[in-house]
């Protein structure tokens, strides 16, 4: 069964100061990253959502990932959702929804999905760190037309909060973490320093 891959990079980073997408992680941008990481997996396709500065952050995107420009993605995160979903879904039975900022995924959490996936197709499967929903998620087609009437800053969260019994949590600490500011950006560098280490 076919999983494909959404991975949201369309905010123009207020918060940070600058091209989030862009920023340096040791020897690659947070983009190429991101993107990476999600072809390394066994998708059927890797779709990434760009909207602010989509010129410079598209030249880092590997040519094996489909870029999809959010034209509506001034409106938030759920309209960048709705948008891509509303491009892609008639392609795609199952996709999982990810953020370009959540660098500290681990492959192996990846792979869990996946495989939660192919043994509970019907169900949503979703992220859980220290007690929070948090992506990536996997949505079945049956959930597709919700994420296309998605608006503003209203996320793909209300849509599993709302279909509670339907819905398959993997435990996965390192999603907790994401880059909003610089300081967010200084210490995931060191945690993924640290890692590095752990494991030479």
């Known amino acids: 069964m076919p999983v494909s891959a959404l991975l949201l990079a369309a905010g123009n980073s207020q918060r940070f100061m600058a ?4 920023a340096k992680l040791h020897s690659e941008t947070v983009i190429e990253h991101s993107s990476k990481a999600l072809l390394s997996h066994h998708f059927n396709q890797v779709y990434v959502a760009l909207g602010a500065h989509i010129a ?28 891509a979903i509303t491009n892609i879904s008639k392609h795609e039975q199952h996709i999982m929804i990810a953020l370009a900022d959540q660098v500290l995924v681990p492959a192996q959490h990846i792979e869990k999905l996946l495989t939660l996936c192919q043994a509970h197709p019907d169900k949503i499967i979703a992220t859980k760190a220290y007690g929070v929903i948090v992506p990536p998620v996997i949505f079945p087609k049956t959930y597709h037309h919700e994420l296309a009437k998605l608006t503003r800053d ?15 949590y993997s435990q996965c600490p390192e999603a907790i973490y994401d880059i909003d500011t610089q300081e967010d950006l ?15």
């Open 154 to 168: 209203r996320g793909a969260i209300s849509i599993i909060k709302a279909n509670e019994k339907n819905v398959i």
């Open 19 to 22: 091209v989030k997408q862009l």
């Open 56 to 83: 410079s952050i598209a030249k880092k995107i590997p040519e094996q990932a489909n870029i999809l420009y959010c034209s509506q993605w001034q409106q938030g995160i759920g309209k960048t959702i709705a948008q």
């Open 186 to 200: 200084v210490e995931i560098k060191a945690r993924i320093k640290q890692n590095t280490r752990e494991h030479a």
